[in-house]
């Protein structure tokens, strides 16, 4: 069966600190992965897209790969504020039966930046 | 900057009724999606909409779910007999995407549906 994964349910870091999410998927081959940022009771916002032929992206302190043979996708966040707390959210971009697309997300993963 | 807009920000029905949830997309943009994310589940895809027409659906967008574009602006999500289980916050998105690229879609604030 298909499924996206994120780990851990929360990760708890240090401000200052370097915040590495993960997301895996099996069973899919999107050709775009993207990472959503997403504050209690708000709507996903969009942070960045990777195409399945890149394997880095970056903007400011951002920065996502994109393993297309490991079939996994990183999230970093260097230098840590605690105003980057949040659920963060990887979403796939998979091609349904119908040969049209669909963004699929995965539950995501809660970041806690300490003080 | 532009954003998607959507009202009501929480409606409460009774089982059984209709309700209507409505989106003003970003106004150039060509695509619009509803989805549903259950109180601490995933953001879940249920329809996609261009052209004027459904360009795709999920196994959760069944009969009792109906979308519109009834002028230039409004965008909206009509579920015919509300159940308890459609209890969830609703977001509308919507993305630009002329024919030769892909970009990402901007979400709004989201309704939360409560059905008693």
């Known amino acids: 069966s298909q499924k996206i994964e994120q780990n851990s349910e929360a990760l708890n870091i240090q401000e200052g600190k370097t915040a590495t999410l993960t997301c895996n998927y099996t069973?899919?081959?999107?050709?775009?992965l993207q990472w959503y940022r997403q504050d209690p009771g708000r709507g996903p916002v969009f942070l960045l897209l990777?195409?399945?032929?890149?394997k880095e992206k970056r903007k400011e302190r951002l920065k996502v790969t994109f393993d297309t043979t490991l079939k996994q996708s990183l999230f970093h966040i260097t230098a840590s504020q605690p105003a980057d707390s949040a659920t963060y959210l990887c979403?796939?971009?998979?091609?349904?039966?119908?040969?049209?697309?669909?963004?699929?997300f995965g539950s995501g993963t809660r970041l806690q930046v300490q003080p | 900057e532009p954003e998607v807009t959507q009202t009501p920000s929480h409606q409460v029905t009774q089982m059984g009724q209709e309700v209507i949830l409505r989106c003003v997309p970003i106004?150039?943009?060509?695509?619009f999606y509803w989805y549903r994310q259950i109180l601490g589940q995933k953001v879940e895809f249920l329809v996609s909409f261009y052209n004027n027409e459904i360009s795709e659906k999920s196994e959760i967008f069944d009969d009792q779910f109906s979308v519109e574009r009834p002028d230039g602006s409004n965008f909206t999500l009509k579920i015919r007999s509300t159940k308890l289980e459609d209890s969830a916050m609703y977001f509308c998105?919507?993305?630009?995407?002329?024919?030769?690229?892909?970009?990402?879609?901007?979400f709004g604030p989201g309704t939360r549906l409560t059905v008693l």
């Open positions: 990777i195409r399945e032929n890149e």
């Open positions: 106004s150039n943009h060509l695509y």
């Open positions: 979403a796939l971009d998979i091609l349904m039966d119908t040969g049209r697309r669909a963004l699929t």
């Open positions: 069973n899919y081959s999107p050709a775009y």
């Open positions: 998105a919507s993305r630009y995407s002329p024919q030769s690229s892909y970009n990402e879609q901007f």
